[in-house]
């Protein structure tokens, strides 16, 4: 196997790497920590990714409370 070969197989196995599920950062949080953030991003979301973070906690309250658990309000 020569070095563009290796390199290309490396380059592959690093780009699926990436590639994984986009996990839901909220789900893994007590009611207490979800409460906290789900609050920060009502009065702060500056960035690209806290909007993204910011939903994640908007959509983990909501299943929560499809559960009849109002950690958020």
């Known amino acids: 196997m020569g070095y563009q070969q290796i390199f290309a197989v490396f ?3 690093i780009f699926l790497s990436g590639c ?3 996990e839901n950062i909220a789900s893994d949080l007590s009611n207490l920590e979800l ?3 789900w609050r920060q991003c009502l009065y702060d979301a500056s960035t690209q990714g806290d909007e993204k973070n910011c ?3 908007q959509e983990e309250c909501e299943k929560r409370q499809d559960k009849d658990n109002f950690a958020c309000y």
């Open 35 to 37: 409460r906290t953030q």
């Open 55 to 57: 939903q994640q906690y």
């Open 11 to 13: 380059t592959l196995v």
């Open 20 to 22: 994984e599920k986009n």
